[in-house]
């Protein structure tokens, strides 16, 4: 994880991207958001998509309002349902008339909870879109591409035009995506960056950070160094004897920014929960062993 640029961002200001594609900065930033959520809106014509509304933030809303000027919106579409990326659905559909689509409203119950503090519970969409669906503009179509792991509701969407996916939260070029469990899968997640590798994007938009040039190489790179993390954790298991979570991370994480620290945590039992499922780790309590 890295500390965000040097100021001055461009919050609330409308940046084009390419012909179809615009992105409006939300003032939210934090070690978790980079320089903050990052708001897309697609269509050059009179229906526009907008794409991870983000926080519920007056400002930030008056800022897509302006953005979106006389254009009709189509559909708000929310990838996932993290407090930084889909309370502003709500507010933007009463101010423009538009549905919400995009991805499915958290299951809460289906095996414990799965919710935790980052979840934003008032997501409720008319629409949601399953894996291969489509949403159309006048010169826009988006495609959901099911992509669990950073959330197991979570969607990037395809603009077919242009090559172009919007990743969310899943492929990020300022940091590696952060897994909480139980939501949070770290098979699911790389899974997920396996079906992305075998697509043929030209360039990805993330929620948070700069676009993504070489999308293959760095989903190729992703997919190693959590292979290397996987690698490290067995052979501190077997250097170290039994181990908590916590106790790898000042192991496997120099130089962390202390309020990291809980989601560093949180990726490193990730990891030992897909690895456990794989057979390559145990537990007894709190406690992870080798096997
Ligand atoms: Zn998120």
Redesign the pocket.
């Known amino acids: 994880m890295a500390g965000p640029p040097p100021k001055p961002w461009p919050t609330g200001l409308t940046e084009q991207l390419e012909p179809r594609v615009r992105r409006v900065l939300a003032p939210n930033p934090s070690p978790y958001t980079y320089t903050g959520t990052q708001t897309y809106l697609v269509g050059s014509g009179g229906r526009v998509a907008v794409i991870d509304p983000g926080p519920d933030d007056p400002a930030h809303i008056d800022a897509l309002m302006e953005a979106i000027g006389d254009a009709q919106v189509a559909a708000i579409m929310c990838t996932?349902t993290?407090r930084?990326?889909s309370p502003a659905a709500a507010p933007l559909a009463i101010r423009t008339g538009a549905p919400i689509v995009g991805c499915a409203p958290l299951v809460l119950d289906d095996s414990g909870p799965r919710a935790d503090a980052s979840f934003d519970r008032t997501y409720a969409p008319d629409r949601v879109l399953a894996d291969g669906e489509s949403m159309t503009g006048s010169d826009w179509t988006l495609t959901a591409v099911h992509t669990p792991g950073?959330?197991s509701n979570h969607l990037c969407f395809a603009l077919e035009e242009s090559g172009a996916l919007f990743t969310g939260?899943h492929v990020m070029g300022w940091s590696t995506s952060v897994i909480v469990p139980p939501d949070g899968d770290m098979s699911a997640y790389m899974a997920s960056l396996d079906k992305l590798q075998s697509r043929e994007d030209r360039v990805y938009y993330p929620a948070h950070g700069p676009q993504i040039n070489n999308p293959r190489q760095l989903v190729r790179g992703m997919i190693g160094h959590r292979r290397q993390r996987e690698n490290q954790i067995v052979r501190l298991l077997s250097e170290h004897g039994p181990l908590t979570a916590a106790g790898f991370v000042p192991r496997m994480y120099k130089g962390l920014d202390p309020r990291l620290a809980g989601a560093a945590e949180m990726s490193v039992t990730a990891h030992l929960i897909d690895l456990e499922r794989r057979g390559m780790v145990g537990r007894s309590q709190e406690l992870w062993t080798a096997q």
């Open positions: 996932h993290h930084d990326h950073h959330t939260d």
